[in-house]
């Protein structure tokens, strides 16, 4: 058995706009200088509260909880006004779906709008698992996402791909000694990912199947 473990952010959609835009408005009602969105590409991948400490600059780092409270309050409306799928992303997750593959997300994204997304973009799509951060999960890097995901596959020998688009999926797949699939287009690029030790580069969605039906 095959199983594809999906980041979400800059791997299976374009999520940039809205967050930068979530986190801006923060910025601005406490009088802090806002961010263009090619900025953020850098500060994702940590999860919610670290993108918020990231953006704020250095003398204002104690409003970070502040922050992210604002940033939930406006993300939790406005999370897909801009958000969308890569091209080829839908057609790659069907044909992997078609050829028998087990279909998981694990991202550092809130768990509650990260299901959302998914749920709206991907209604068609079996995904055995979507998780996300929560309170009581530490993040990736950290493997006790992909832990979860485990138990809940079928006691069956398994292949298991780890698919993202940042070094904190390839050290993820690292952690839990799995293969990584880097996505160059999304946030981070390709040099990150080689530069972290990716098994393989992705330069389309549709990269990704033909390394895993291979």
Known sequence: MITAVFDLDGTIADTICDLGDAV???????GCPAHDHEAY?????????????RA?????KENSAELHKLFKEY???????????????????????NSGVVLAV?????????REIVEELLPDIDFIKVLGGVDYRPTKPDI??????????????????????SNVDVQTAKNAGIE??????????RE?????????????????????LK
């Open 180 to 189: 990584c699939i880097g996505c160059a287009w999304g946030f981070r690029g």
């Open 75 to 97: 993300y939790s409306e406005h999370y897909l006004d801009k958000t969308k799928l890569y091209d080829g992303m839908k057609e790659t997750l069907e044909k992997l779906q």
């Open 192 to 212: 990150e990912l080689n530069a972290e030790g990716a098994d393989y580069i992705a330069e389309k969605p549709e990269d990704i199947a033909e390394i895993i």
């Open 56 to 60: 704020l600059p250095e003398e204002k």
């Open 41 to 53: 590409k850098k500060m994702v991948g940590n999860g919610a509260k670290k993108l918020c400490e």
């Open 24 to 30: 801006n408005y923060g910025l601005e009602r406490l």
């Open 106 to 114: 694990a991202t550092n994204k809130p768990e509650d709008v990260a």
């Open 144 to 165: 006790a996402i992909l832990v979860e995901i485990f138990a809940a596959l079928p006691d069956v020998e398994n292949r298991v791909y780890m698919i993202g688009d």
